[in-house]
């Protein structure tokens, strides 16, 4: 699946560029993820410090050595600040599937910008990572993250019951999955959502 690699790959869109999250971005990582509505459904109180930020960007690059997963920041071109991320975590290669999870900076909400963000993130993973199945897990309350994932193919498998326990509570997720042909389909003009 992830193979070594001496250079991050970097994504790019219409509008977007996705690249390696570094220690300097911690303050605009620290931007977002402090900001309650943005981790309302991250499992996460919100962050307080820049510490909180940098041990973040440290996981984000403890998965990428570890090969269990990879997560990009997304700017916007031309410009260089990270406004969220996206990627994919818990991947088990010989199964080919991952789980693939993401935020944005709320001052972006509503623009697209995740849609086009998880677009490449899903291309890069059927593409270059070879996976199967793409999961997200997606607690119900959180309406517009799972019409982002409708949005770009994924169906709703099921319900997991008190699935994680987070912030001193239980949460029941729903399961959502894109599979590699139902993605080759939707490129294709086959299948319509």
Known sequence: MIEDVDTFPVLETSRLVLRNIVKGDAHSILRYLSDKEVMKYYGLEPYKTINDALDEISWYQ????????????ITIKGEDEVIGSCGFLK??????????????????????????????VIRYGFEHLKLQRIEALIEPPNIPSYKLAEKQG??????LRNYEFTRGKFDDLYMYSLLK????????????L
């Open 154 to 159: 994924f169906i709703r498998e099921g319900l």
């Open 62 to 73: 403890s998965i990428l050595n570890e090969k269990t997963g990879i997560r990009w920041g």
């Open 181 to 192: 042909q139902d993605f080759e389909k939707l490129e294709k003009g086959i299948l319509s």
């Open 91 to 120: 991947m088990i290669p010989q199964h080919y599937r991952t789980e693939i999870g993401y935020e944005l900076n709320k001052s972006y909400w509503g623009q697209g910008i995740a849609s086009e963000a998880m677009e490449a």
